[in-house]
Every structure is written in C-alpha cells, then in structure tokens.
C-alpha cells in the first residue's frame, strides 16, 4: 500500500460506518509494514548494496529471507487471506455504503483507490523481480554471506503470524476496537 492510500483511508475514517476497517488497516500496515523494513534490513546486512540496479539473482542464495519477502510483500498487495485484504475490503465496502457522500464523490474516491490498487503492485512486483531473479546477477566469495540465521527467521515469522492470523479472523481485532471506536464517534457523530 502506499503513503497516499493510507493517507487518504486516515481521512475516510471520519465516515462513521467503517472505522473498524480504517483500525484494522492502521495495525495491518504496521505489522507488514515493519516486517518489509527488518527484512530490507537483513539484506543490507548481508550485501551492503543500497540501490536496486545494483541487486539481483538474490532469490537462490537466500531462499528463506526470499520467501518471507514474497509473501509479505504479497500481504502489502492486500492478497486474500492476509489482514491488509479485509481491512482494504471493508474500507471500500464503507464508502460504497455510506449515505453521508453524493454518488459522484463515492465514484471519485473509488477512482482514487483503484488508482492506488493498481500503482501499488507495479512497484513492488518490480522491486521483488529485481531484488531476487534481477538481470545483475550478484557475486560474492563467501556464501555464508546469505544465511539466515535463526534470529532473522523469528522475527520474520513472528511478524507474518498476525499478518495471516488477522487475515483469517479479524473479528480478534475487533473485539478490542469496535467499543472504543463507537465511544469515541459518539461524541462527534
């Protein structure tokens, strides 16, 4: 997801039918989001390149940092089955639902969204297929370069456990949120 959807769903959390989905969105962005960071991170450590046109062919030497990258940047495309799917799902179910807003203004922030949901997997397909089968193939001498130790693998797996476990059952979320968040619109709606 990137920084104008998530911005621009902060705001459509003033419509007071889906403030659920927008807390959802807020904790799924932070666990995918932080996991992406660690794991961008790791591969630093390892090959000190910064640049993308300088990585490539990652995929083979580091086959399980590879494949919790996959899929967590599969869960930021909102992928069914990870928590940013049910958060974007209700969001866009809100604003279809909403009476507060005319016909045209629900057509433009739909348009808006589409644009993003479009964007979004342009950049990071493209930032995967360089990072792990890019044309610069990568040469190290020493291949203990790319374990991944067990320090790596807990923490990447212990962030992409929520990730799906929201993503498979988001009402855990909502038992915690849903009162507060009805208290607090209360008193502005």
Do not use: C
Request: no cysteine; charged share 10%; hydrophobic share 55%.
């Amino acid at each position: 997801m990137d920084w104008f959807e998530l911005i621009w769903n902060y705001y459509l959390t003033l419509i007071p039918y889906f403030p659920p989905g927008a807390i959802l969105q807020i904790i799924s962005h932070g666990f995918i989001g932080a996991a992406l960071f660690f794991l961008a991170g790791t591969g630093y450590d390892r090959l000190r390149l910064l640049y993308l046109e300088q990585m490539g062919g990652m995929a083979i030497p580091m086959p399980k940092i590879f494949t919790v990258f996959s899929i967590l940047s599969m869960a930021s495309l909102a992928l069914p089955g990870m928590s940013g799917f049910v958060a974007e799902l209700m969001i866009f179910f809100g604003i279809l639902t909403s009476q507060k807003y005319l016909l045209m203004t629900k057509i433009l922030i739909i348009f808006l969204n589409t644009i993003g949901i479009i964007i979004t997997p342009i950049y990071s397909l493209s930032m995967l297929r360089q990072m792990f089968y890019g044309y610069k193939l990568f040469n190290t001498p020493n291949s203990y370069f790319f374990y991944s130790g067990p320090r790596e693998l807990f923490i990447s797996i212990s962030i992409l456990i929520p990730v799906i476990g929201i993503g498979i059952y988001p009402d855990f979320i909502f038992s915690f949120s849903v009162d507060k968040v009805e208290a607090i619109l209360s008193n502005f709606f």
